[in-house]
């Protein structure tokens, strides 16, 4: 199973960016996708889930301004990401699992700068 994440790039502060993450097997199979990111000299975070009943979850610092969505038709997950700052600059990394005890598939990872 691959995952493959895309759209990461430089953009100013206040600008916005949408990632995808288009999978080699159907999206639905995955009962649990989500983005991860992490900066440099710091851990790998989560940044925001979702869940096949349509539930998503933020880390507090994102809530507002970003959106994790699914599109099943493309297969793909997104993330908008709106109001950009400094600080969300990371390498963003697409996950997928179908349950707690199934393997985890991750993206390569796609680089977000954000700078003036």
């Known amino acids: 199973v691959q995952l493959q994440a895309s759209g990461g790039g430089l953009v100013q502060p206040g600008g916005f960016l949408r990632l995808s993450c288009t999978a080699s097997r159907n999206i639905f199979t995955f009962n649990y996708m989500g983005w991860y990111r992490q900066a440099p000299g710091k851990q790998r975070e989560l940044v925001a889930n979702i869940i096949n009943d349509g539930v998503t979850k933020y880390v507090d610092s994102v809530k507002g301004r970003f959106t994790i969505s699914r599109d099943y038709a493309k297969n793909t997950l997104y993330l908008q990401m709106n109001s950009l700052k400094p600080e969300d600059t990371a390498v963003y990394y697409c996950?997928?699992?179908?349950?707690?005890?199934?393997?985890?598939?991750w993206g390569q990872g796609t680089l977000v700068t954000v700078s003036s």
């Open positions: 996950h997928g699992k179908s349950t707690p005890l199934s393997p985890d598939y």
